[in-house]
């Protein structure tokens, strides 16, 4: 393992239709001497970020420990605004765009930075809205414990949602460790690259690129599902899918994430009515006999004793419920005051282990082994079902769409941007090519639903393959690989902004070095190797679960229970 730090195209993730205007978006800078930034240098202008955030905290009305979740407006001081943009203007040197397409306008380096910092207005209160609308756990939670029974469904609950909290917390200490208005994290893969190098960000966004368009497959399929119950199967389920897929089209056109914020308050209340609607009409009528190959009496189990392969797709069900670490950095990046991210991470992780692991032992304790994923379309009365069908489409079509505006801007900025040489998403062009690219995004996504009609299994294998490594892998890995580096730099000499390389008195491929990255501090060294166990229990339990789902999907299509591209609902088992 060799750490390096190279130099990546700030993908600019997110932007605001502000920002869309400016005609010359910079790309990172490099040091005075020509070189690429190491991790001294991120972590030299992160502490000056993170103490003008606490500087200017001073003036923000964003207070108290409750506050930001009812009110999700940043009211941030104007003056400070203004000072950062005249101290820009005082100092700052022309830059002239690079293209004629934004127009010819000068904007300095540092005027840049001050707009930059100007535009991240989200408040931990939006970001607690986007985490749970992005998690699709709750409606397959009631399936996983069918499939473990009750007891090993709590503990799992447990276990993962402490893991997936620490986690997230390791996301969050190395983000403001390591992200500032010079050199801005903007994606996950970039957290990574910073640590481990160019390889490991190219790791996490073919990974996040990967979870992204099945999660909108996904959400097609499911909603498919829906509206197939709702034609009474009447409607060809591959044309289901189409509808959804040219109403994804349709909605993903919208560009920024700014945008979503109403839509994505909307959807966690779309999402809570489901739920009680759910947990109303199951109490009150029978199972959906029809959506399963099951019979007799309803029956539930503290243990489910059966195939070690069919509980691990059940768990990685839940560990579904958990899978929003994917974008958290992206949230960050658009934070206000992102020192408070933990407080929108905490609050999620408390409403999903409460409020989803309550909704499946309640759905699973009326239904038992008759449950169906996802469990709204597990009414029997037609009435009622169409009813939570209806609601919960909306709320599905709203989380593919935040999906989708995500996947897309990963795959076009660091493939098309940074290796092709397409326009960045600012430019004119850029917005007609995101138009074209959101149309072929959904047409694979479509794909992916019809050829493989398997909710439970296909849900369970991106869980395992995607989900697993950006919620428990990877945050151990690079908290690991940060101490290291903080630790084998103890013994360098004083650090010169200016030429950040020169302190440094031996290398990666000297043995001093890695003596005191691994046992310059006792405490460090126990940190690490905990988390470096953690990392293999991980992967091993990720590469369980993959080949688990993988058989799952074989099996199926070799019993010719499942059908690619075929006009037969999935849940329409009566032949």
């Not at 197939?228 to 189409?242: G, P, T, Y």
């Not at 897929?245 to 560009?255: D, E, P, S, W």
């Not at 030429?499 to 460090?524: C, E, K, L």
């Amino acid at each position: 393992m060799a750490f390096t730090i190279e130099a990546s195209v700030d993908p600019q993730v997110y932007v605001s239709e502000k920002e869309e205007r400016d005609p010359y978006v910079p790309e990172n800078y490099h040091i005075p001497d020509g070189t690429t930034p190491n991790l001294e240098t991120y972590m030299y202008y992160a502490k000056i970020q993170r103490d003008k955030e606490a500087l200017s905290a001073k003036n923000d009305t964003e207070d108290g420990l409750w506050g930001g979740l009812f009110s999700r407006k940043s009211t941030r001081s104007q003056e400070s605004d203004r000072r950062s943009v005249a101290s820009a203007n005082s100092d700052g040197k022309n830059v002239t765009p690079p293209s004629n397409e934004g127009g010819a306008a000068l904007v300095t380096a540092d005027e840049y930075r001050a707009a930059s910092g100007a535009l991240r207005t989200a408040t931990w209160g939006s970001v607690f809205y986007l985490i749970t609308t992005d998690i699709l756990g709750p409606y397959s939670t009631p399936w996983a414990f069918q499939q473990v029974g009750y007891g090993p469904g709590v503990a799992c609950f447990f276990v993962f949602g402490i893991m997936a909290a620490y986690g997230g917390f390791i996301l969050w200490r190395l983000f403001l460790k390591l992200d500032s208005e010079r050199y801005p994290v903007k994606s996950f893969g970039e957290l990574g690259q910073r640590i481990y190098g160019r390889w490991f960000g190219n790791l996490c966004n073919i990974l996040q690129s990967l979870q992204l368009v099945f999660n909108v497959g996904i959400i097609i399929l499911q909603n498919g599902q829906g509206l197939s119950q709702m034609a009474k199967f009447r409607l060809c389920f591959s044309v289901c899918n189409v509808v959804w897929t040219l109403a994804g089209m349709f909605l993903g056109q919208i560009r920024t994430l700014q945008k979503f914020g109403s839509i994505a308050n909307l959807a966690i209340w779309l999402n809570i009515t489901v739920l009680i609607m759910t947990m109303v009409f199951v109490a009150n009528s029978p199972p959906n006999y029809t959506a399963v190959s099951y019979s007799g009496p309803v029956i539930t189990q503290a243990i489910n004793l059966q195939a070690f392969e069919n509980q691990l797709n059940g768990i990685m069900q839940i560990v579904f419920s958990y899978g929003g670490a994917m974008i958290f950095v992206e949230f960050m990046a658009e934070m206000r005051r992102p020192m408070d991210f933990w407080k929108a991470m905490a609050y999620s992780q408390i409403f999903i282990f409460i409020v989803y692991m309550f909704f499946g032992i309640f759905v699973y304790s009326y239904q038992g082994q008759y449950v169906v994923n996802p469990a709204n379309q597990g009414i029997s009365t037609y009435g009622l079902q169409t009813a939570g069908n209806a609601i919960s489409l909306t709320a599905g079509i709203i989380a593919a769409a935040l999906y989708g505006n995500i996947g897309v801007k990963i795959i076009y900025n660091n493939i098309f941007v940074a290796m092709l040489d397409f326009p960045k998403l600012t430019a004119t062009r850029g917005k007609y090519y995101f138009a074209i690219f959101v149309i072929v995004y959904w047409a694979i996504a479509f794909v992916i639903a019809s050829a493989i009609p398997q909710f439970s299994a296909l849900s369970s294998l991106i869980a395992a393959v995607c989900i697993f490594q950006f919620t428990y892998t990877f945050p151990p890995f690079m908290i690991m690989g940060y101490f290291l580096q903080v630790d084998a730099s103890k013994d360098d000499g004083e650090f010169d902004i200016n030429n950040p390389y020169a302190h440094r008195i031996d290398s990666w491929t000297d043995i001093s070095r890695w003596q005191r990255a691994v046992f310059y501090n006792t405490s460090h060294f126990f940190f690490a190797a905990w988390n470096f166990l953690l990392t293999l229990a991980c992967l091993a339990c990720a590469i369980l679960s993959a080949y688990s789902a993988v058989n799952t999907i074989v099996t199926a299509f070799q019993s010719s229970s499942s059908a690619a591209f075929s006009c037969h609902s999935p849940l329409d088992v009566s032949g």
